[in-house]
């Protein structure tokens, strides 16, 4: 019997490249032009764009590709990951999914990531040209996901959710197989599509947590269910 282990998905990030709506605005052409590139190669960024984000949908969901950075930082550099007991899937706003080896280094400099990110969601993987790329990116609905990766469901962490320890979280998981899934979002809520598939939903504490948080603790428990700390 293989391993059981613990899969993480965080859900509609705040990660994408520039949409083309917004990819004329005097704001976007300035940041691109600063960094020799065209505003479709560049990640959307609330801080440079916010004036053009005003156009968007759910501009308060997007645009914030650091939460993204700090989760993949504490995700990959911890123990649980080391041992080999953890996949982590960053599945993005507009809907792709980054598959991401454990073994990646992932950039510790913000700048040195967005150069990572731009180059993944322009060329579709990183390192460009390899058969065994550590990071790729597929276009997929979650139902998708969660078949890809084996597993049988998925289970939302979200404030409203059945308050129980982290803990509880991690056996539930693990033992029902189910994908868990944190939102990569700096405001708002799942859609209405994720909630309608989740097979559960658990909140870990009476007040909203930023993402890394949230993650962090499910790690640290995953760790003391595997005896790991
Ligand atoms: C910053 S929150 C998302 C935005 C938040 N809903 C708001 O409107 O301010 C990031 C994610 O962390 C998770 N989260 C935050 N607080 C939580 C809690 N108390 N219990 C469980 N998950 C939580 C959820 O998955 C949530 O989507």
Redesign the pocket.
Known sequence: MTKRIVHIVL??SSLELVPFEIAGHSSVIRSAKKRGKKPSEILLDKSLHYHAMKKLREA??RGRPD?VHVSLLEALESPLNKEGFLRIYVHTYPGDVIFIDPSTRIPRNYNRFVGLMEQLLTIGKVPPDTAKPLMYVKTMRIEDLIENVNTHGLI????T?E?KKPIEVVEYAIKNNYLI??????????SEKLIKISKA???????????W???SRIIVAAEAYYGLL
């Open positions: 859900l509609e308060e969901k939460i939302l962490l979200r404030e959710g308050r899934g944190i939102g990569g979002f700096p405001h708002g809520d799942f939903e658990f909140s870990i504490y009476d007040r909203t947590l930023a993402t948080i949230v993650l």
